[in-house]
């Protein structure tokens, strides 16, 4: 009996590894495995919380328009075809035409592309050229330059399970994820993920990106790092953390206004190392902290 599975070529980014956003954009690998003796209690890495983040807006923000059934479908799908309602459902629309299908909540900031036709055979691509093409597409549809994050690119594969013995990887799809991020600090939970398949089609995208209002935002904090240090040190505590090497990033947490908006909340990540023992590992966390943001 055949047993599909689904492999990454390497690893997503940390927060994507952990089935979230949380985090800054640091692969596992650059995260020190080694614990420091609990004597020491925690060493914190405080270089990217260095610099005070200046607490303005880009000019330029994607803007609600862009949930428009004419932007979705002409700038982000990028098709003439014409599209019917399949569901309705408060804010949310399932749309689809002869090839695609289209699901959207503007008060989210969601949407779901599919591509009812599939890929192709197989043909060699540049993970470059797909990048470029898929980053394309996103801004074409309205996500600014300024809004633009770290962007990984990754691939898929898949497997078999034939009485017990797995068959060669075969390759799935090539994605590329692009993180929301706004000066360069990263929006927790905001991400695009762009799929193309095999053939170079593109098949798939996946974004949470909703609108960010011009005020409402709590963008800096006062606190010093030797403050922020003692805040994580007692966040980690409470979480049951003892010791061990730490790194300290900044991150936007959003929350929805009651204009339907999202407006951003300074925080810092503490993310631990991972640790691989006699008795067994334990994974990366993202401890959050508060810093007692101000607008």
């Not at 650059?30 to 405080?46: E, I, K, N, W």
């Not at 330029?60 to 098709?79: C, E, I, K, M, R």
């Not at 007692?234 to 003892?242: H, S």
Request: with cysteine.
């Amino acid at each position: 009996m055949k047993t599909p599975l689904l492999r990454l070529l390497t690893a997503l980014p940390l927060a994507a590894a952990l089935g979230c956003d949380s985090g800054a954009p640091v692969e596992p690998a650059q995260l020190d495995t080694q614990v420091a003796p609990a004597a020491l209690g925690f060493v914190f890495d405080s270089s990217r919380i260095a610099t005070p983040p200046s607490g303005a807006l880009p000019t330029t923000l994607l803007t609600q328009s862009a949930f428009t059934d004419a932007s979705l479908q002409g700038l982000l799908v990028g098709s003439t075809e014409a599209f019917s309602d399949v569901e309705v459902f408060g804010s949310r629309r399932d749309r689809e035409s002869l090839t695609w299908r289209l699901e959207s909540d503007p008060a989210e900031g969601q949407v779901l592309v599919l591509n009812n036709l599939g890929s192709g055979p197989a043909t060699p691509q540049e993970p470059a050229v797909l990048q470029r093409t898929a980053l394309a597409r996103l801004q074409r549809w309205g996500i600014p330059t300024a809004e633009l994050g770290p962007v990984f690119q990754r691939k898929t594969f898949v497997q078999h399970r034939e009485d017990g013995v797995e068959t060669s990887p075969i390759l799935h799809r090539h994605k590329t994820f692009v993180m929301r991020a706004i000066n360069g600090i990263r929006v927790e939970g905001h991400r695009a993920v762009v799929t193309h398949g095999v053939d170079g089609t593109f098949q798939r995208a996946l974004i949470t990106w909703p609108p960010l209002a011009r005020t409402g935002h709590l963008l800096r904090t006062r606190l010093s790092t030797a403050d922020i240090e003692q805040r994580a040190r007692e966040a980690l505590l409470e979480e049951g953390e003892t010791a061990g090497n730490v790194r300290l990033f900044w991150k936007y947490l959003p929350t929805q206004l009651a204009t339907g908006e999202w407006a951003l909340t300074l925080e810092v990540g503490a993310g631990t190392a991972g640790v691989t023992g006699p008795n067994g590992s334990e994974e990366p966390r993202i401890i959050d902290v508060d810093v007692s943001a101000i607008p």
